[in-house]
């Protein structure tokens, strides 16, 4: 859970440490005194993007600092361990954000990509506001709900486990025929040349078309340009071209050739050049009536040839003898496809873990198949006491290739939402608003949360646009969620309000020169009086007041 967030220089907060426990914490304060802040600084030590607007005028760079307990969560335990990054049961995230914009992150101190912050956070925390839904609108994490809901996640990691021994044993079995580490090392090399070679696709006779072709579209322009001067030479120029030229010349000769017998030879290479002349001309236009220039295939020509040209400096051979190289590769190859003992051996065990792993993934889909229709009515009657009166869930489990043993079973798992009666179920990025989505999402979350590995959960404004008895519902079901884990909700509702374990107060201090966000922890008496504000207004009543003690009372 997280146990310790320190602000430095971020937006309008020039200092803030806060410590957080288990439980509801409940974020109050007036509209713009900055409650969202805090959640967006938590959100950019878990990988969130950043910009220099994040910075606190006047500094020089900002600096967010979380400390989560992860005693209880063996899953990033197991991350850190893998990358030489566990501290005991502490894990400290840590963005560091600069005037220029500049980013840097850390994980125990060490400097990590943004990318690894996304997803060790995910395991963290999961944070549900308007405009940000971390997990629900992965599909991923929705099989993992039905798992953990059915208490069936031992028999999925069974599951798992089975289709690692398969594609291990598949994999052993390919390395059979090699009889020692020497042929072993070849045949793996060879199997990766030769799969360079295949995705390659080189047809014969490809790479001179490819280099022809590759020339003319590079000198398309000037093609055209001269094929048009031509043209315009033999036949279309105004100020006399070859073709009248040679009429010309053959209507004098028709006047005089019958006074010369000499000048029949003449003629008929001047009648000979004029029919060539008007062929040739038909060839231009015809040329020119089919040419196009076409950029977008010359990029594809040019990208096609310089990943021949490259694979053969790979090789060190010209381009033109890869194929001969395909082959070459494809003949050794298949020289060392050789079954012995260890190849019977491996097919029998193969068909033996195929075998296991379709039981336990068979035994999977039947338990998550019942699971899936409780589910779906548990969450579907949360949402509709959510102010989402009609609101239907369903999973819909989608049948995938056993074949290609997936580890996460034979099925995906997708939540599917209706928020209206009569209207059929669709996937939930498709059809839920930013607020019913947060509904929906903590619907699941109160009915799954005994056994969710999320153990922080944050809210912002999931109550916008609900109030009256909803909002008492909204309020009961996140204490619900904080009896069992951590919940975190920034709310305007005094029925929410009312609901929670802890009650921190946002307040914006404004001096002459500068406006900076405090938060205060309130004790019983103060948070009386927030929840008074929260019902009535900045001028509290006897009556306001008297409302929030009974609020506080009743939960209590």
């Known amino acids: 859970m997280l146990v310790h967030l320190a602000v430095n220089n971020y937006a309008i907060v020039d200092h803030l440490e806060l410590d957080f426990q288990q439980g509801m914490t409940v974020v109050s304060g007036e509209t713009g005194a900055g409650k969202s802040i805090m959640l967006d600084a938590l959100a950019l030590t878990l990988g969130d993007r950043a910009d220099s607007g994040a910075v606190r005028p006047g500094s020089d760079k900002a600096d967010i600092l979380a400390t989560f307990d992860i005693s209880n969560i063996s899953e990033a335990r197991s991350w ?26 850390y994980i125990n101190g060490s400097p990590c990509p943004q990318q690894d912050l996304r997803s060790l956070g995910e395991m963290l925390i999961d944070i549900h506001s308007q405009h940000e839904h971390q997990s629900l609108l992965k599909t991923d994490s929705h099989r993992r709900l039905l798992d953990d809901y059915a208490g069936h996640g031992d028999l999925a990691r069974q599951v798992q486990l089975a289709a690692q021994r398969c594609r291990q044993t598949e994999q052993a079995l390919q390395q059979a025929s090699q009889s020692n580490e020497e042929q072993s090392a070849r045949q793996q090399l060879l199997s990766y040349q030769l799969e360079e070679l295949d995705n390659l696709g080189l047809q014969e006779g490809e790479l001179t078309q490819l280099e022809l072709e590759q020339r003319e579209l590079a000198n398309a322009e000037q093609i055209l340009h001269n094929c048009q001067q031509i043209t315009s030479l033999c036949s279309e120029s105004d100020s006399g071209s070859v073709l009248q030229s040679l009429n010309a010349s053959l209507s004098r000769l028709d006047g005089i050739s019958e006074h010369s017998r000499h000048l029949q030879e003449a003629q008929n290479l001047l009648a000979s050049a004029q029919i060539q002349v008007e062929e040739a001309m038909g060839e231009l236009n015809r040329y020119l009536d089919h040419f196009e220039a076409d950029p977008a295939r010359q990029q594809d020509v040019e990208e096609r040839l310089s ?31 050789q079954q012995d003992a260890d190849t019977e051996r491996l097919q029998e065990e193969l068909q033996a873990y195929r075998e296991h792993y379709r039981q336990l993934a068979d035994k999977l889909s039947a338990a998550r198949s019942k699971a ?92 916008v646009g609900i109030g009256g008895p909803t909002a008492e519902i909204v309020g009961q079901l996140l204490r619900q969620l904080g009896a069992n884990g951590q919940v975190i909700t920034v709310t305007h509702l005094p029925q929410v309000a009312a609901q929670g374990h802890q009650h921190l107060f946002v307040r914006k201090e404004q001096s002459k020169h500068s406006t900076r966000t405090c938060i205060d922890r309130l004790d019983s008496d103060k948070r009386t009086e927030e929840i008074a504000r929260m019902l009535g207004g900045l001028d509290m009543t006897a009556e306001s007041l008297a409302h929030a003690k009974k609020l506080l009372s009743a939960v209590n």
Do not use: W
């Open 80 to 105: 850190l361990q893998e990358r030489d990054l566990d501290s005991d049961d502490q894990v400290i995230l840590r963005r560091v954000i600069t005037a220029e914009g500049r980013s840097r992150g």
């Open 307 to 337: 990943a021949l040209y490259e694979l053969a400096r790979k090789h060190r051979i010209q381009p033109e003898q890869l194929g001969e190289l395909q082959q070459q590769l494809s003949d050794e190859l298949e020289r060392f496809q």
């Open 372 to 463: 899936a229709s409780k589910l779906a009515k548990a969450v579907s009657s949360n949402i509709q006491q959510l102010g989402m009166p009609g609101g239907r869930v369903e999973l819909q489990l989608t049948a995938l290739d056993a074949e290609r043993y997936p580890p996460q079973g034979l099925e995906s798992v997708e939540f599917l939402v209706s928020s209206n009666p009569g209207q059929p179920c669709k996937p939930l990025a498709k059809v839920a608003s930013g607020g019913e989505l947060s509904r929906i999402s903590l619907a699941i979350q109160v009915v799954t949360a005994q056994t969710s590995r999320t153990p922080t959960l944050v809210f912002d404004e999931v109550d």
